[in-house]
């Protein structure tokens, strides 16, 4: 299913509430993690969340996952409108390359900045006034690329750390179509490129056989928007502090949740520093586990004078084939939205898949 | 299965494809940006500008012009046909010729391009004028040609009235021709209207004026336009039979070697007006200088030229015309080569007699030149059927500090992209 999307676009979930902002943040989870509501993310030696649960990793592994979601939007005025993207936000390969140090490389979304809104209005040229449609689109986004290690210092400690090179582009275009065809349509596009650079460091404690916790920081510097060579725009991006715990009170059932805290205020105005939290079951150590998790917490950008929320559950399963070498991952998710004069409810449908040969 | 299989690769194909046009609700959940609209009268642009006239001439027009305007214009169309071979062959097998004698009758047919449908009674008058008519011959040479009674009058809605456009009693006929779509006017001639003359060779000489209840005007196709005045011949000859003569029963098709039209008064002269029009055609040239912010920097949405008519357009009120505006290749001054291209042509209607602020859009040609800094940013108009009626329009000038042209110029600013 995935190869036969032809649209490949590093871009996560967009949503309203990005556009006025950076952009939508995309969560660095694979789909077993996405399942859990993120819950496991700490603890997920694929996902891009945390590098020392890479220290759990036997042999070399990749992943990828890929999703379609359907939004509806809800404004004030009533209207509702349905929205369908299709993205490929995370791939990791990782392994052992020296005894206990692992090392990966992949890239995730950090920031979707994909949308298409259409404006009905009128202005006052030459003593009328004129009726028109603009269109405002923004097609990219900006891609964590990481370069991770990890080293599992003893069985009860790993200790991880990586750099992030953010990079990416968007395609902007704004046009404008006057009812009166006297006036000539009018649009404009531009390619604005994005740079970045952060690093992050994390690890992983086991006080008790079947209890784990996790604790893990990043630092971004700053995303800094060209226009050519011309730097049009330079924001401050967060710094981001976590922490998760697991329990496994049997081999076939894990408990965990997750809090995470990133101070996109930094960003400027209309930004707020968020908290976000999940919790997750997975039950089944065999080839076909059950996941379910719930998540909530807010979202960086929307207008008001308090962060919009964001409140949503998952669920979902794999199947591993070949004897655990590959693995398929299903999820399904719902997530809703609700800031200051719109609110959002999305369905996500979502792949992933695990090799590891 | 097979079905199954198909229907599951649509959903999935159809999961694919994104849809992520919504409705904005701003500004809150709006781009910061916005695109920003700018109109502005470019007062100064323009200068440099001046008329130069005699592009086309009158006899080298695609059509001519018969106007009958008491006080403003009176314009006449007069042609020279093609001469008669000297001697016929009475029958396709003959090896002998017998030599013309006389004419039985002739028909001339008139191609209308425009008619003053609006005006009553409107009448065509044909004159016999001398064959040595051509270029140089003035209205005034001709005045005393016109002056006698006319070689027949022919109302134009009384024949169009007519069963199939025909009156059996004259011979005329009116109709609008099946492949030209245009209308066809033909009118007969007996012998002594249309005499075969041997020392004109058979040629004929033949004016147009129209007249109507009121002021009125027609213009006919020229043979410019492979279209003018033709005369079908109906002639004797001799049989060689004694004194007896023979009927050609067939027409004898015979085009015009020359068409014109002459009117009163001449052109006005050149003054420091702008010109556009008129017979021999006008043309005006401005050079434009277009701000740099706008010509590299913004989109043009729609520019007009402001033009104040120093006088109103003379004429009859059916005789309005088109005004083009082109760009030109290279700035040559009068002989500056036109760029004719009709996405970068823009036109405007000049009506006979109105003295309002004229606007032509020239959207097309700003937006040319902003797409092509290496253009010269030189604007000339012309008259779209140059030299085809004596029409023309005059235009205050950049000199004339009050009412000089003007461009009107509705831009967007270039879109502020990159800012989140």
Redesign the interface.
């Known amino acids: 299913?995935l190869s036969?999307?032809?649209?490949v676009r590093l871009s996560a979930q967009?949503s309203?509430?990005g556009?006025?902002?950076?952009g939508t943040p995309g969560r660095f989870e694979t789909v077993r993690v996405r399942s859990t509501g993120g819950a496991f993310g700490p603890f997920d030696a694929l996902s891009p969340l945390t590098e020392a649960s890479l220290g759990d990793l036997q042999g070399l592994a990749a992943t990828a996952m890929g999703g379609?979601s359907y939004r509806d939007?809800d404004?004030?005025?009533g209207?509702t409108?349905?929205?369908?993207?299709?993205r490929f936000p995370v791939m990791v390969l990782a392994g052992p390359v020296f005894g206990r140090l692992v090392l990966s490389g992949g890239f995730t979304t950090y920031l979707d900045r994909?949308?298409?809104?259409?404006?009905?209005d009128s202005?006052l040229?030459?003593g009328t006034m004129l009726p028109y449609v603009?269109?405002?689109?923004?097609d990219g986004g900006v891609t964590d690329l990481r370069f991770a290690a990890a080293w599992r210092v003893s069985r009860r400690l790993a200790l991880g750390a990586a750099v992030h090179v953010l990079s990416g582009s968007t395609r902007?275009a704004?046009a404008?179509t006057?009812d009166d065809t006297?006036?000539?349509a009018?649009?404009?596009?531009?390619e604005?490129r994005y740079d970045g650079l952060g690093v992050s460091g994390s690890l992983l404690i086991d006080p008790l056989p079947e209890l784990r916790l996790s604790l893990f920081a990043r630092s971004d510097n700053r995303l800094r928007?060209?226009?050519g060579d011309v730097v049009?725009?330079q924001?401050d991006l967060p710094n981001t502090f976590g922490g998760g715990l697991r329990w496994a009170p049997s081999p076939s059932v894990r408990l965990a949740g997750t809090v995470t805290r990133r101070t996109w205020a930094d960003?400027?105005p209309g930004a707020f520093n968020t908290v976000n939290w999940s919790a997750g079951l997975e039950v089944g150590a065999g080839f076909s586990p059950l996941r379910v998790g719930v998540r909530g917490g807010q979202l960086p950008f929307?207008?008001?004078a308090t962060a919009a929320t964001e409140v949503g559950f998952a669920a979902g399963t794999g199947r591993a084939f070949a004897r655990g070498r590959a693995i398929v991952d299903g999820s399904l998710e719902h997530l809703r939205r609700t800031g200051?004069?719109?609110s959002e409810r999305v369905w996500s449908?979502l792949l992933g898949f695990t090799v590891r040969p | 299965m097979r079905a199954q299989r198909v229907a599951w690769?649509a959903a999935?194909?159809a999961?694919?494809?994104?849809?992520?046009?919504?409705?904005?609700?701003?500004p809150?959940?709006?781009?910061?940006?916005r695109?920003d609209?700018v109109?502005t009268v470019l007062a100064a642009s323009i200068g440099r500008d001046s008329t130069f006239r005699g592009y086309v001439l009158p006899f080298q027009a695609v059509a001519m012009t018969a106007s009958d305007v008491p006080g403003a214009v009176d314009s006449r169309v007069v042609f020279v046909t093609q001469a008669l071979p000297a001697s016929v062959a009475l029958n396709t097998a003959d090896t002998t010729t017998s030599p013309l004698v006389g004419s039985d009758s002739a028909k001339i047919t008139l191609t209308v391009t425009r008619r003053d449908t609006s005006a009553h009674d409107q009448t065509l008058r044909l004159y016999g004028l001398p064959v040595t008519i051509d270029s140089n011959t003035t209205f005034a040479d001709v005045q005393g040609a016109f002056a006698g009674a006319p070689l027949r009058t022919v109302n134009l809605d009384s024949l169009l009235a007519k069963p199939n456009g025909v009156d059996v009693t004259t011979g005329d006929s009116a109709g609008i021709d099946t492949t030209s779509k245009q209308l066809k006017v033909t009118i007969k001639l007996d012998s002594l209207q249309a005499p075969y003359v041997v020392g004109d060779t058979g040629k004929l000489g033949i004016g147009v004026r129209v007249g109507g209840a009121g002021p009125t005007s027609i213009a006919f196709c020229s043979r410019e336009n492979a279209c003018g005045a033709t005369v079908a011949w109906y002639i004797k000859v001799d049989s060689i039979k004694g004194t007896d003569t023979t009927l050609i029963h067939k027409p004898f098709p015979r085009g015009s070697i020359f068409d014109t039209f002459l009117f009163d008064p001449p052109p006005a002269p050149p003054d420091s007006t702008l010109a556009v029009g008129g017979a021999p055609s006008a043309r005006s040239i401005m050079r434009i200088t277009l701000p740099r912010a706008i010509r590299d920097s913004s989109?043009?949405?729609?520019a007009t030229l402001l033009l104040v008519p120093a006088v109103p357009a003379r004429g009859a009120p059916v005789d309005s015309f088109v005004v083009e505006a082109h760009t030109v290749a290279a700035d040559f001054g009068a002989k500056s080569p036109l760029v004719l291209d009709a996405t970068r042509t823009d036109t405007t209607t000049i009506h006979v007699g109105a003295t309002d602020t004229l606007r032509v859009?020239v959207?097309n040609l700003v937006?040319f030149w902003a797409a092509d800094s290496t253009r010269p940013e030189v604007l000339m108009l012309r008259s779209q059927v140059e030299a085809a009626q004596p029409t023309e329009i005059r235009f205050y000038p950049s000199a004339a500090t009050l009412f000089r042209p003007a461009l009107?110029i509705?831009y967007?600013r270039?879109?502020?992209?990159?800012?989140?």
């Open positions: 299913m036969a999307c032809p649209p967009d309203q509430f556009i006025r902002g950076l379609t939007v404004a004030a005025a209207a409108t349905s929205l369908r993207a299709t994909t949308w298409d809104v259409t404006l009905r202005l040229v030459r603009d269109e405002l689109s923004s902007e704004a404008r006057f006297t006036y000539h009018l649009k404009q596009s531009d604005t928007a060209r226009l049009t725009a924001t960003a400027g929307g207008p008001g200051a004069g719109l449908f | 690769l999935v194909l999961g694919c494809v994104d849809r992520a046009t919504a409705p904005g609700v701003c809150t959940f709006c781009p910061s940006g695109i609209v109109d989109q043009i949405v729609r859009e959207t937006q009107r509705t967007a270039r879109f502020p992209f990159g800012q989140p």
